[in-house]
Nanobody, 120 residues
Framework: VQLQASGGGLVQAGDSLKLSCSAS????????MAWFRQAPGKGRLEVAA?????INTYTLRDRYSISRDSARNTVYLQMRNVSPEDTGVYFC?????????????????WGKGTQVTVSS
């Protein structure tokens, strides 16, 4: 199983940023997907999730949106009007469940993360 996150980088406050996570080695259509952030000196925080069907979503902030493309086995995190609080390493994760939105401990596959740094 491989989850490859990309799209991070150094951006300025107020910019938009879109992260992508390409999944392989799993049946993408039977896995819920999520993005987690780990900020410097802080614990891991779930910032967005999407069910396997794509019907149910969760985002930590209204300026975040999550989507998935089954044809590309890819999940996206769109962040608008970013601020320094969005700084951190963003990990994508997959949970083998088709029910709504799983709890954090159900995510068993994790990618290596992509760094997002927002300058003020």
């Amino acid at each position: 199983v491989q989850l490859q996150a990309s799209g991070g980088g150094l951006v300025q406050a107020g910019d938009s940023l879109k992260l992508s996570c390409s999944a392989s080695g799993i049946n993408f259509n039977t896995h819920a997907m999520a993005w987690f952030r780990q900020a410097p000196g802080k614990g891991r925080l779930e910032v967005a999730a999407i069910s396997a069907s794509g019907i149910n979503t969760y985002t930590l902030r209204d300026r975040y949106s999550i989507s998935r493309d089954s044809a590309r086995n890819t999940v996206y995190l769109q962040m608008r009007n970013v601020s320094p609080e969005d700084t951190g390493v963003y990990f994508c994760a997959a949970a083998p469940t088709t029910r709504s939105l799983p709890s954090e401990d159900e995510y068993i596959y994790w990618g290596k993360g992509t760094q997002v740094t927002v300058s003020s």
